[in-house]
């Protein structure tokens, strides 16, 4: 490996420093300077190869045995990949790591665990309870990145999970580990080792208090793949996205449920988020939403309270956006006759689910009027539509999708776009054009 050197650039002009400073003496910029590591010497020969030479089987993915992980993945972890896993502290990110390296080396591969957060001892214990520890799993504990590369370089495994990138350190540079210059630079270590050995290697991300991946930004741009493992702490329910995936789609979702014994993967999720729905209750519409190609089907809850005591009425939304609800309710007075004025909003999306599409300005709207109204809509009906400013409702993607898994799950009835293209047997379309429209069919009355 190179020898690094530290060095301290702008982040805005990219000009050199020869120390840090508070202000870049280039372009004027405040807090700007950072540490960066480069390599000493010449550059070495550089090998290049014709395109239609490089082997396509080599990019196929191996399944890491997690269904719902694969599925993510497209399929699994590619040959000389890197993937960074990021998540809150106690989400269940070294849980679901050491399920699919138990499973991979279940299914004859060698891997490798670095746990450089806790002890070996801490590990056979996780692994113990969730009944995942076959032969051919190894496990370093280390944060010396020189002892990181020759445990690999000793078990030649073809799955190396890092965990955490944070706590890995490279001691021929100066800073501290979880600095900038060492998460780049050890990163940059294991990205170029799984290139020139063909390793796939997954790093263990932390998270800033906004749920954004701490470190530098370059960190994501090293990677190959960058998952979010989200949830709340009080729900058992867990999702996995791609937020970057450079072997397929990032659109797909990736539904775990977290059990005794370890996360599960969630064959049903649309029957997960309505097991517990109460009938009759005012302010309830499910909606059929998607993520990435599956659709799901979601409850989503309103409840407005006239009479706030506040200066500002509250504007509350959990899993939903809290502009669009605000736009939402604007569209309802000014459109419908239906004013939330002077009174707090809160509406959720049921099971810790997040749905920010607007495919789901239907379902908001009428759950708002069905709560300032008092009125229950029907069990049997879900609404689907994006909402305009001038109170129309317009066609939203992949409709057939949704409204067969609706019909699949027993719904009867379907409000859809005017434009909507025909349903499945079973499913009765109420096409609406406007939101008074749809507030009509659904039984509200609008002023």
């Known amino acids: 490996m190179p020898k690094l050197r530290t060095r301290y650039r702008c982040t805005d002009c990219h000009a050199e420093a020869p120390r840090w400073t508070g202000r870049c003496p280039d372009c004027g910029a405040w807090n700007s300077i950072v540490e960066d590591a480069c390599a000493e010497g010449g550059t070495p020969p550089v090998a290049v190869t014709a395109l239609g030479d490089v082997a396509q089987s080599a990019s196929a993915p191996r399944p890491t045995g ?5 599925r993510v993945l497209g399929g699994g972890l590619v040959a000389g990949s890197v993937t960074l896993l990021g998540g809150e502290p106690g989400i269940g ?18 891997a490798l665990l670095v746990s450089a957060e806790e002890s070996a001892h801490q590990v056979r214990l996780r692994a113990e309870r969730l009944h995942a520890a076959p032969p051919s799993l190894w496990l370093a504990s280390e944060t010396d990145l020189a002892r990181v590369l020759a445990a690999i370089g000793e078990v030649a495994p073809d799955v190396v999970v890092v965990d955490s990138i944070q706590t890995v350190y490279d001691a021929t540079l100066g800073s501290g580990p979880g600095s900038v210059v060492q998460v780049q ?44 493992f989200e949830g709340e702490r009080h729900h058992a329910l867990r999702l ?80 939903l956006d809290a502009g669009r609800l605000s736009l939402l309710a604007a569209v309802l007075d000014r459109r419908a006759g239906i004013s939330v004025t002077g009174a707090d909003v809160y509406a959720s999306a049921v099971g810790g689910v997040r749905i920010v599409e607007p495919a789901a300005d239907l379902g908001v709207a009428l759950a708002l009027a069905s709560s300032v109204t008092d009125t229950v809509i029907a069990d049997d009906l879900v609404a689907c539509g994006e909402i305009g400013l001038a109170g129309e409702v317009r066609h ?19 409000v859809v776009p005017a434009s909507a293209p025909d349903g499945p047997a079973g499913l009765q379309l109420l096409r609406v054009s406007t939101l008074v429209d749809a507030l009509r069919v659904v039984g509200i009355s609008a002023s």
């Open 66 to 70: 997690i269904g719902e992980l694969d």
């Open 93 to 110: 990110k070294s849980t679901l790591l050491l399920q699919a390296l138990a499973s991979i080396a279940a299914r004859g591969h060698r």
């Open 185 to 228: 630079a050890c990163a940059q270590a294991l990205v170029d080792l799984a290139k020139q050995r063909d390793v796939s290697v997954v790093l263990v991300g932390h998270v800033t208090k906004d749920g954004s991946l701490a470190g530098p930004r370059a960190l994501e741009h090293l990677v190959d793949t960058v998952l979010s």
């Open 240 to 319: 996995l996205r791609a937020l970057k995936h450079r072997f397929g789609p990032t659109g797909e979702l990736g539904l775990f449920e977290m059990g005794e014994l370890g996360l599960e993967g969630v064959p049903d999720p649309s029957g997960l988020f309505l097991g517990d729905r109460q009938a009759g209750a005012p302010g309830c519409v499910v909606v059929p939403a998607m993520e990435g190609q599956r659709p799901l089907l979601v409850e989503l809850q309103a409840l407005v309270v006239p009479g706030t005591k506040l200066p500002q009425p509250r504007r509350s939304a959990q899993g």
């Open 396 to 414: 939203v993607a992949h409709l057939s999708r949704r409204l067969a898994e609706a019909g699949r799950l027993g719904f009867r009835r379907a």
